[in-house]
C-alpha cells in the first residue's frame, strides 16, 4: 500500500492484520447500523465556511480537558478488547497518547489490566465504568483505578444491556479466540497478529478475571455483560460513583437533555454526547445532530464532550464548531493500533492533528478554542441545515 494519508488508510492496514472477528467487532454498530452509518455521514453533510487574508502564521491546537492540557481537543475513547486488535493493545495505546499529549481512555471491557497499564506507562489515563450488579467489584475497581493513578472516571450510561451486533454474533466473538476450525483459520491467516499474541501475557479481560465472582463464561462479552450488567442503573448509583471516586467524572452516553441535566445533578463534570458509536440503540440520531440542543441546553453549566463518527480532523473541528470541548475519537486510532501497533496510533493522531490545523487555517481561524458556528457555512437560508445546525445569531444575517 502506498502512503498512508488518511483514517481510511490505516482502516484498510488494519482489515488485512487483524483476524475477522476482531476487526469487524470495531467496525460494528448494533442491528442495521444506521446510527453506526449516520455518525459519520451527518459529519459530511455539514459545510465549512472558508475565509482569506487572515494572517494564520500562528496557530495553536492546545486546550484543556477537565482542567488538564491537551496538545489538541481529542482524548482517545474508551474501546472494549483494545488488546485484540494488537498484543498489549492498551498499553501501547496509551503510550502512544502520552507521547502525543492527549488523554487515553481505557475501557472497564479491556484486555490489559489497569495495573499493567499503569505500570507500562507514565501518564495518567482516563478509566471507563460500567455499573456491574456486583457492587463489591464496582467498589474495588474505582479504588483500584485511584490507586494506579486515573485522573478521570468515565462513567458510561447506555450500556446496560448490550446492543445486538449481528457481526459479533456470526462471529461468535470471544476473547481469547476459540479453537474452533473456523477461528483457528481467522488467526493463522494473520501470522504477524498471531505471533506477537503469543508472546504477550494478556489475552482475556485483565479488569475482570481473578476480580469479578460468580461469572460462568467470562471469554464471552455478551454472555458476561448479560449477567452481569445492572440493568437497574439510576441515577441514585452514578452519585454514589462520583463520591466514591471523588474526582473528576465524565458522564457519557447522553442523547437528551433532562439525562444530561441528571448527569449534572449527579456531580458530573463533563456529558459526553455519544451514542456508543452507534453501537446501542439503532435507530437512535446521530451524535453531531443531537450536540446542538444538548449544547444550547447546558453548555453554560457543564464541559460537553462528543463522540461518534469521528473519523477525520475536519470532523473533530465540525464539533468544536457546534460546541463540543473535547472530542473522543474510538475506531480512528483502533484502526491505527491494528494496522501498526503504537506506531499506527501515533499515525492516526498526526493525521487528525494535521486535518485539524489545516482545516482551522483555511477556514481562517488560528486558535481551536476559538471555533464557533460562524465557521459554518448553512448555505443562502440562515438555519438548520439537515437537522443538525442552531439558528444563526444577529451577527450573520
Ligand atoms: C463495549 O463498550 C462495546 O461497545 O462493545
Not at 460494528?28 to 475565509?51: D, M, P, V
Not at 450536540?291 to 453548555?299: K, M, R, T, Y
Amino acid at each position: 500500500m502506498g502512503a498512508i494519508l488518511e483514517i481510511a488508510d490505516l482502516k484498510q492496514l488494519a482489515r488485512r492484520r487483524v483476524p475477522k472477528m476482531f476487526f469487524d467487532y470495531a467496525d460494528s454498530g448494533s442491528w442495521s447500523e444506521t446510527t453506526y452509518r449516520a455518525n459519520s455521514e451527518e459529519f459530511r453533510q455539514i459545510k465549512l465556511r472558508q475565509r482569506v487574508a487572515v494572517d494564520i502564521s500562528e496557530r495553536s491546537l492546545k486546550t484543556a480537558l477537565l482542567g488538564q492540557e491537551t496538545a489538541m481537543p481529542v482524548a482517545l475513547a474508551p474501546v472494549g478488547l483494545t488488546g485484540m486488535q494488537h498484543a498489549d493493545g492498551e498499553i501501547l495505546a496509551a503510550r502512544a497518547a502520552a507521547d502525543f499529549g492527549v488523554p487515553f481512555s481505557m475501557s472497564m471491557f479491556s484486555i490489559c489490566s489497569i495495573e499493567t497499564v499503569a505500570q507500562a506507562t507514565k501518564r495518567p489515563f482516563w478509566f471507563q465504568l460500567y455499573m456491574m450488579r456486583d457492587r463489591g467489584f464496582v467498589g474495588d475497581i474505582i479504588d483500584r483505578a485511584k490507586a494506579a493513578g486515573c485522573s478521570a472516571l468515565v462513567a458510561t450510561v447506555d450500556l446496560q444491556m448490550l446492543g445486538q451486533r449481528h457481526k459479533d454474533l456470526r462471529n461468535r466473538l470471544s476473547a481469547p479466540p476459540r479453537l474452533t476450525p473456523k477461528h483457528i483459520w481467522q488467526v493463522v491467516t494473520r501470522p504477524a497478529w498471531a505471533f506477537e499474541m503469543l508472546r504477550c501475557k494478556n489475552r482475556t479481560f485483565g479488569n475482570v478475571v481473578g476480580h469479578a465472582k460468580g461469572v460462568s463464561d467470562l471469554s464471552s462479552l455478551s454472555a458476561w455483560t448479560a449477567e452481569q450488567l445492572d440493568l437497574s442503573l439510576s441515577w441514585k448509583d452514578i452519585e454514589w460513583v462520583k463520591q466514591r471516586w471523588g474526582g473528576p467524572m465524565i458522564v457519557k452516553g447522553i442523547l437528551d437533555v433532562r439525562d444530561g441535566q441528571s448527569a449534572i445533578d449527579c456531580g458530573a463534570d463533563a456529558i459526553s454526547v455519544s451514542n456508543h458509536g452507534g453501537r446501542q440503540l439503532d435507530g437512535a440520531p446521530s451524535s453531531i445532530s443531537v450536540l446542538p440542543e444538548i449544547v444550547d441546553a447546558l453548555g453554560s453549566k457543564v464541559e460537553i464532550h462528543m463522540d461518534g463518527g469521528v473519523r477525520s480532523g475536519q470532523d473533530v473541528l465540525k464539533a468544536l464548531c457546534l460546541g463540543a470541548k473535547g472530542v473522543h475519537i474510538g475506531r480512528a486510532y483502533i484502526f491505527g493500533l491494528g494496522a501498526m501497533g503504537q506506531a499506527g496510533v501515533k499515525h492516526a493522531l498526526e493525521i487528525i492533528a494535521k486535518e485539524l490545523d489545516m482545516t482551522m487555517a483555511l477556514c481562517g481561524e488560528r486558535n481551536v478554542t476559538e471555533l464557533s458556528e460562524l465557521n459554518l457555512y448553512f448555505g443562502t437560508r440562515p438555519g438548520r441545515t439537515a437537522g443538525v445546525l442552531a439558528a444563526l445569531g444577529e451577527e450573520y444575517a
